[in-house]
């Protein structure tokens, strides 16, 4: 099945995403881990990105759309994949067209307020581990030790003003894609496990037909 997972930023695309995954053996292909990556690796890629991403905007689409159109011809999608934060745009939406087809696009929808808190309290680690300060966390990872830090992109600024670019340019592919039928709209608001059971009813549903 070839998914797209739609959402604000701090929705819970990424996490939601990771977990269908895992349970239905769909390549999880997340454009902004790959853009970070090139980021950490100090690539003319990634600092043409950065400088995007640290200002709350959008990398521009041409970029991007080359990154995911590589990335779904691999072997491993050929029986479907998980896409979490492409497209972003109804150009990036036509683009992909072109590439393949898709069967359904989840709409993760969450209270801004609610968005804004996740995404604020949200730290991360050299190795990898995300923690949020709902946690008690202190300052140090707990799985290696290193010092907690907070994204730049996660900071309130930046989250305002990604929302901003959120409503403007990636909501209107709910209506892209609603004039398919393709839109299947879950509640964010929910408990992480509930969403993903919602999601996962979506699939069934799917697979059953």
Known sequence: MRLIFLGAPGAGKGTQASKISEKYNLPHISTGDILRNNIKQGTELGMQAKA???AGQLVPDEVVINIA???IKESDCSNGFILDGFPRTVAQAEALDIVTSIDAVIN???DPTLIVNRITGRRMCVCG???HVSMGIGKTCTKCGAELYQRDDDKEET????MEVYDKQTAPLIQFYGKKGLIRD?????LMADVTNEI???IDDYNKN
Do not use: L, M, T
């Open 186 to 190: 879950v509640n964010g608001n929910a």
């Open 69 to 71: 159109g590589a990335r």
């Open 52 to 54: 995007f991403i640290d």
């Open 129 to 131: 581990e995300s923690f």
């Open 200 to 202: 996962s009813k979506v």
């Open 108 to 110: 993760i929808a969450v």
């Open 159 to 162: 989250v305002v003003a990604r």
